[in-house]
């Protein structure tokens, strides 16, 4: 069982930045795919970014890229996600996920926390 505990959301203007952070439980960190992804209201969720086990590569959404940065220590086992020049559009919950089988399924969820763009 792997539990995850996002972190550092809040309210924040148009053009600034925050940095999310999601701290997983258990010793096999390091071999999960983690992903963020985010649900604005009225809205799907969608995948925001995915980075691949031992830091292998990374991969945004077209939205978010260029902006948003996603990366890892696996030696506190926590995944970030950088969100610089947020726009009004980024507002949403965000949470993470984790794939423990390396297939890209994501079998595990965080809470959420939330990031609200004021313009």
């Known amino acids: 069982q792997v539990q995850l505990v996002e972190s550092g959301g809040g309210l924040v203007q148009a053009g600034g930045s925050l940095r999310l952070s999601c701290a997983a439980s258990?010793?096999?960190?390091?071999?999960?795919?983690m992903g963020w992804f985010r649900q604005a209201p009225g809205k799907e969720r969608e995948f925001v970014a995915v980075?691949?086990?031992?830091?292998?590569?990374?991969y945004a959404a077209d939205s978010v890229k260029g902006r948003f940065t996603i990366s890892r220590d696996n030696t506190k086992n926590t995944v970030y996600l950088q969100m610089n020049r947020l726009k009004t559009e980024d507002t949403a919950v965000y949470y993470c996920?984790?794939?423990?089988?390396?297939?890209?399924?994501?079998?595990?969820w965080g809470q959420g926390t939330q990031v609200t763009v004021s313009s």
């Open positions: 996920a984790a794939d423990s089988n390396s297939e890209y399924v994501w079998d595990y």
């Open positions: 258990g010793r096999t960190f390091s071999t999960y795919n």
């Open positions: 980075i691949s086990r031992n830091d292998a590569g990374t």
